[in-house]
């Protein structure tokens, strides 16, 4: 998942909201750059007996998945069949789901599917296509997982068929209103698979352990469009029903829908981009660069496997940077800068089409397995593309964005292969496993050389391709490899460490950018009267050195101070979505009134979790938790049930 971003005055008009706009995505924290995690909320320290509780505490067990409810260790659903009719007035998805699986032994208990708010009118089961009505019963329900729909099955059944209908609020489905959307004439409706949320809107086995392969009939108003993260096809007929087909198999996080009046533009011969007419042609010139990105993948990494790789450019309300869904990602709009500054986030859910998407986290403790490996080669991206100084910038800013991150934490929540029983799996989006498992992979790089690593990355992306694996198999395959291959320079202990340990191991690499070595000492001089503001030369800044030079002030400002900075480089009404809010969070911090009407503005106009949270939390920390609430209840009706979750918990606690 995950995060950047960025928008036009016209951008900001073109989607004036009444709400506001997280793998995240749901992405990171503090306030930085990254194309990565939707920041998370720490966890509170533990009590003395909770710790003396969780020294005696088993490790989780590996390769299980504590947040599915499904029974997969008797049967594996391989190929979905949906037929969905989407209802705009009732803000409900009803139809089939019918599920072929694969039996795992000679018992037979009942399928047990994950659910979560779903209807289940009727429930058939069979063979082939000789299907006959059977018992089910919904079982009992958990807070953070769903309720699991117990089918009994006839022998011998390798299918069944499930009707049903989803809530109105469902976790994983967002339904916009006209006057939500840049059109501002036709409804929008996009679905968040990711961590856990399919089971919202299909009743599956929700694991990352699970793929399967899917086709669809999606039914429509007659004037939308439907797309999935499928074989789109952007010549069909604006009639109202359309066929899907996903041949290659995915995990059930990876399934995704969007339905509003979209069009498509192409940017090379394999990618484009799915958009309101209104934003379509920023789009696809920003993201112009995607086709190269991809080429250049491929001739480190191996081959594109997914036929296309196209993007779907949401409303403002989409609560993550971007979601990886295969041939399609889910793009917010906040990343149109005008001049290509964000575009790190296109790399990176593009590098998911190797890393998380080819191969996959078997469960949400390991998905450093996916992030990490994909911030890494975010960066790769970028350098291949912009040149070194923009690689090195990136670097250094995740480097920051990690340091930010282990201050936050308490120790259990710095391991990469974290454990969460018991927790909400969203919780475990942080840059902990995104720009930790990046920064680990980095040193791995340094120790055995560019070209060797990049071999073994081919290996292993080929090695693994379709399959789920978990933090420990990626351990074994590295005693088989690199391991054995470079028992001079790398040790397995330390790889323990990276993996299982909290904080970063000492002597581990620290990016660095010249780019910023300037920075310093003109913000240092500013702060200290020997330069003013309007005299700072920021001619051939970058979007990622003015992220730096603010995100590097002290926590507290004078009035005067800000005013000054404000006057010189008019940050109150900055378009770049990244450097307004970074100067927001200056702002609240300091009381800042001029910047007021912005942040009202910014916060009921932007859905994504990575810009949200932390004003949020900077609003209650300075005392201003009724400010927070009144801005919170104007924008929560264009919020996604996600971003209203977390941010709920901020305004007004744990128990909301």
Same mark, same amino acid.
């Given at each position: 998942?995950? =995060?950047?971003? #960025?928008? @036009?005055?016209? &951008?900001?008009?073109?989607?004036?909201? /009444?709400?506001?706009?997280?793998?995240? +995505? *749901?992405?990171?924290?503090?306030?930085?750059?990254?194309?990565?995690?939707?920041?998370?909320?720490?966890?509170?320290?533990?009590?003395?007996?909770?710790?003396?509780?969780?020294?005696?505490?088993?490790?989780?067990?590996?390769?299980?998945?504590?947040?599915?409810?499904?029974?997969?260790?008797?049967?594996?659903?391989?190929?979905?069949?949906?037929?969905?009719?989407?209802?705009?007035?009732?803000?409900?998805?009803?139809?089939?789901?019918?599920?072929?699986?694969?039996?795992?032994?000679?018992?037979?208990? =009942?399928?047990? #599917?994950? @659910?979560?708010? &779903?209807?289940?009118?009727?429930?058939? /089961?069979?063979?082939?296509?000789?299907? +006959? *009505?059977?018992?089910?019963?919904?079982?009992?329900?958990?807070?953070?997982?769903?309720?699991?729909?117990?089918?009994?099955?006839?022998?011998?059944?390798?299918?069944?068929?499930?009707?049903?209908?989803?809530?109105?609020?469902?976790?994983?489905?967002?339904?916009?209103?006209?006057?939500?959307?840049?059109?501002?004439?036709?409804?929008?409706?996009?679905?968040?698979?990711?961590?856990?949320?399919?089971?919202?809107?299909?009743?599956?086995?929700?694991?990352?352990?699970?793929?399967?392969?899917?086709?669809?009939?999606?039914?429509?108003?007659?004037?939308?469009?439907?797309?999935?993260?499928?074989?789109?096809?952007?010549?069909?007929?604006?009639?109202?029903?359309?066929?899907?087909?996903?041949?290659?198999?995915?995990?059930?996080?990876?399934?995704?829908?969007?339905?509003?009046?979209?069009?498509?533009?192409?940017?090379?011969?394999?990618?484009?981009?799915?958009?309101?007419?209104?934003?379509?042609?920023?789009?696809?010139?920003?993201?112009?660069?995607?086709?190269?990105?991809?080429?250049?993948?491929?001739?480190?990494?191996?081959?594109?496997?997914?036929?296309?790789?196209?993007?779907?450019?949401?409303?403002?309300?989409?609560?993550?940077?971007?979601?990886?869904?295969?041939?399609?990602?889910?793009?917010?709009?906040?990343?149109?800068?005008?001049?290509?500054?964000?575009?790190?986030?296109?790399?990176?859910?593009?590098?998911?089409?190797?890393?998380?998407?080819?191969?996959?986290?078997?469960?949400?403790?390991?998905?450093?397995?996916?992030?990490?490996?994909?911030?890494?080669?975010?960066?790769?991206?970028?350098?291949?593309?912009?040149?070194?100084?923009?690689?090195?910038?990136?670097?250094?800013?995740?480097?920051?964005?990690?340091?930010?991150?282990?201050?936050?934490?308490?120790?259990?929540?710095?391991?990469?292969?974290?454990?969460?029983?018991?927790?909400?799996?969203?919780?475990?989006?942080?840059?902990?496993?995104?720009?930790?498992?990046?920064?680990?992979?980095?040193?791995?790089?340094?120790?055995?050389?560019?070209?060797?690593?990049?071999?073994?990355?081919?290996?292993?992306?080929?090695?693994?391709?379709?399959?789920?694996?978990?933090?420990?198999?990626?351990?074994?395959?590295?005693?088989?490899?690199?391991?054995?291959?470079?028992?001079?320079?790398?040790?397995?202990?330390?790889?323990?460490?990276?993996?299982?340990?909290?904080?970063?191991?000492?002597?581990?690499?620290?990016?660095?950018?010249?780019?910023?070595?300037?920075?310093?000492?003109?913000?240092?001089?500013?702060?200290?009267?020997?330069?003013?503001?309007?005299?700072?030369?920021?001619?051939?800044?970058?979007?990622?050195?003015?992220?730096?030079?603010?995100?590097?002030?002290?926590?507290?400002?004078?009035?005067?101070?800000?005013?000054?900075?404000?006057?010189?480089?008019?940050?109150?009404?900055?378009?770049?979505?990244?450097?307004?809010?970074?100067?927001?969070?200056?702002?609240?911090?300091?009381?800042?009134?001029?910047?007021?009407?912005?942040?009202?503005?910014?916060?009921?106009?932007?859905?994504?979790?990575?810009?949200?949270?932390?004003?949020?939390?900077?609003?209650?920390?300075?005392?201003?938790?009724?400010?927070?609430?009144?801005?919170?209840?104007?924008?929560?009706?264009?919020?996604?049930?996600?971003?209203?979750?977390?941010?709920?918990?901020?305004?007004?606690?744990?128990?909301?």
């Amino acid at each position: 998942m995950l =995060p950047r971003i #960025l928008t @036009t005055s016209l &951008l900001a008009s073109a989607f004036a909201l /009444a709400v506001g706009c997280s793998k995240s +995505e *749901p992405a990171p924290e503090p306030e930085a750059a990254r194309p990565a995690a939707e920041d998370k909320e720490a966890a509170a320290p533990a009590t003395e007996k909770a710790d003396k509780e969780k020294a005696g505490k088993k490790s989780p067990e590996s390769g299980v998945d504590y947040h599915s409810l499904a029974n997969t260790g008797d049967y594996r659903v391989e190929h979905l069949d949906l037929d969905l009719t989407v209802d705009f007035e009732r803000k409900i998805l009803e139809g089939e789901a019918r599920l072929q699986f694969k039996r795992l032994n000679d018992k037979n208990p =009942p399928l047990v #599917l994950d @659910t979560r708010g &779903l209807e289940i009118e009727a429930v058939e /089961a069979g063979h082939g296509d000789t299907l +006959e *009505p059977v018992k089910f019963a919904m079982g009992e329900t958990d807070p953070h997982l769903g309720t699991p729909l117990e089918i009994q099955l006839p022998k011998n059944a390798t299918a069944v068929a499930i009707r049903y209908q989803t809530s109105p609020d469902a976790s994983g489905v967002q339904w916009l209103e006209p006057q939500q959307t840049a059109g501002g004439e036709y409804p929008f409706l996009f679905t968040q698979a990711q961590a856990i949320h399919a089971r919202s809107f299909v009743p599956l086995q929700d694991s990352p352990q699970v793929r399967l392969t899917y086709n669809a009939t999606i039914r429509t108003p007659e004037n939308l469009r439907a797309v999935m993260s499928a074989d789109n096809d952007p010549e069909a007929e604006i009639d109202g029903v359309y066929e899907f087909e996903m041949p290659q198999p995915i995990p059930s996080y990876l399934l995704a829908l969007a339905v509003g009046d979209l069009e498509f533009k192409p940017m090379g011969e394999r990618t484009g981009v799915y958009a309101e007419a209104e934003i379509l042609d920023d789009a696809a010139k920003e993201f112009e660069d995607t086709e190269s990105m991809l080429e250049a993948t491929e001739k480190v990494y191996g081959p594109y496997r997914w036929d296309r790789y196209d993007l779907l450019i949401l409303p403002p309300s989409f609560p993550f940077g971007g979601m990886e869904n295969p041939r399609l990602s889910f793009i917010t709009p906040t990343v149109i800068a005008g001049d290509k500054s964000l575009v790190a986030l296109i790399a990176h859910e593009l590098a998911h089409s190797w890393s998380g998407n080819l191969v996959t986290n078997a469960s949400w403790r390991d998905l450093w397995l996916n992030e990490g490996f994909t911030t890494y080669l975010t960066n790769r991206i970028m350098q291949n593309i912009y040149g070194d100084e923009r690689y090195r910038m990136e670097m250094a800013l995740g480097y920051d964005d990690l340091q930010a991150a282990l201050e936050d934490k308490p120790d259990s929540d710095e391991i990469m292969a974290i454990d969460l029983r018991g927790r909400d799996p969203d919780e475990v989006f942080s840059n902990i496993p995104y720009e930790k498992g990046s920064l680990f992979l980095y040193e791995l790089e340094q120790k055995i050389g560019r070209e060797n690593f990049d071999q073994f990355l081919l290996d292993y992306f080929n090695e693994f391709s379709f399959q789920s694996i978990n933090t420990e198999d990626f351990v074994s395959y590295l005693q088989k490899t690199l391991l054995a291959q470079y028992p001079d320079k790398l040790d397995e202990a330390r790889i323990r460490e990276w993996i299982f340990e909290p904080g970063i191991p000492e002597g581990a690499p620290h990016p660095q950018s010249d780019a910023f070595s300037k920075i310093d000492p003109v913000r240092q001089q500013w702060l200290d009267d020997e330069i003013a503001a309007a005299d700072i030369d920021t001619g051939d800044w970058t979007y990622h050195q003015w992220k730096y030079f603010l995100d590097g002030m002290p926590e507290k400002l004078s009035d005067e101070q800000l005013q000054e900075l404000d006057g010189a480089f008019d940050l109150t009404e900055s378009k770049n979505n990244e450097i307004a809010f970074s100067w927001l969070m200056i702002a609240v911090r300091n009381d800042y009134e001029p910047a007021n009407a912005r942040l009202e503005d910014f916060l009921t106009s932007i859905g994504r979790n990575k810009f949200l949270r932390p004003l949020y939390r900077n609003l209650v920390e300075n005392g201003e938790r009724e400010k927070a609430a009144r801005i919170f209840e104007q924008a929560k009706p264009g919020y996604h049930p996600l971003t209203v979750k977390v941010n709920s918990q901020i305004i007004y606690g744990d128990d909301q």
